[in-house]
């Protein structure tokens, strides 16, 4: 979504600048939570580890890499080895300036992350750790994963993780493990499914629409798998989490956002803070 200017959905609200995917938001403002988000402050300690005698180098990056943005991605990276594990992701990173990010430890930079996207503060989940390296989940592009060196970053916990299954048509909110809330929610249509795999939550993004139910959109990581496939408009746009106006769940019937009952999004927004990982499973 674009920053609070409205956009296709798919994506995000607040104080990104894009349009949302076929039900998505184009750019994000921060999620907030009454009781989960961030507390600000101190850096974990955990922030900048210090660098074992095995650290790889990481080696400088090569001239004209991109920067990942909310509707540029970019290519080489290795996917996610885990894409259907709904492991609970405990902890989210977020770089102090913009830093490059490698296919593996100690291999090549591939494209930039910055400390915000569309003015929304970028928090990705952290997957692993090698050799004083971490691996984390990226933005704008689905089921993949890169690699930060050691230092130019923080930590912080993330309690809370959502689980969509498709085929069952029931989204679950969990918290520290444990499941909170479930809900019947309707999925993306045949042709444009909800992407699977390991995402996370961007930020929200406000749209005028009256099918939103008045409720800002919760928009994700991930784009549509098929680009081609969603609605006009909604090419740059990312998958999202919305309200829907009509009490029609259960189904598969969008461009690939996931439709949710007006008081099940409005537990969300509240609850659900940016960083926070999402699984989608068949």
């Known amino acids: 979504m674009q920053p609070r200017r409205a ?23 921060a999620a907030s939570s009454t ?8 850096p974990d300690a955990s922030a900048v580890p210090s660098a074992p005698a095995t650290t790889p180098p990481a080696a400088p990056p090569p001239a004209g890499i991109p920067t990942i943005t909310y509707t540029q991605a970019a290519t080489g990276f290795p996917a996610d080895p885990d894409q259907s594990s709904t492991t609970p992701l405990g902890e989210g ?11 593996a430890p100690g291999g090549q930079a591939r494209a930039y992350l910055t400390r915000q996207i569309s003015g929304v503060d970028l928090v990705m989940p952290v997957v692993a750790r090698r050799d004083g390296w971490v691996a984390v989940l990226l933005p704008s592009m689905n089921r993949s994963v890169g690699w930060l060196a050691p230092g130019g970053w923080q930590t912080r916990p993330l309690h809370d993780q959502i689980v969509v299954h498709r085929g069952a048509f029931t989204l679950t909110w969990l918290r520290d493990g444990v499941a909170q809330q479930k809900w019947t929610v309707t999925v993306g249509a045949p042709t444009t499914q909800t992407p699977l795999g390991r995402t996370f939550v961007l930020g929200r993004s ?19 798998d098929d680009k081609a496939a969603v609605a006009d408009g909604l090419a740059d746009a990312h998958t999202g989490i919305h309200a829907w106006y009509r009490n029609e769940f259960g189904y ?11 008081a099940a999004q409005k537990v969300l927004l509240d609850n659900i803070p940016s960083g926070t990982s999402v699984v989608v499973l068949p």
Do not use: E, F, W
Not at 93 to 103: A, E
Not at 216 to 224: C, N, Q, R
């Open 252 to 262: 598969r019937k969008s461009n690939g956002c996931v439709r949710m009952p007006p």
């Open 35 to 42: 009781a989960t988000a961030p507390a600000s402050g101190a």
């Open 93 to 103: 990173l977020q770089v102090d300036s913009k830093l490059p990010v490698y296919d």
């Open 7 to 29: 956009v296709a959905l798919l994506a995000l609200a607040g104080a990104l600048v894009a349009p949302l995917a076929a039900c998505g938001s184009k750019h994000p403002k």
């Open 206 to 224: 406000s749209l005028p629409s009256k099918v939103y139910a008045g409720l800002d959109v919760i928009a994700l990581g991930a784009v549509p």
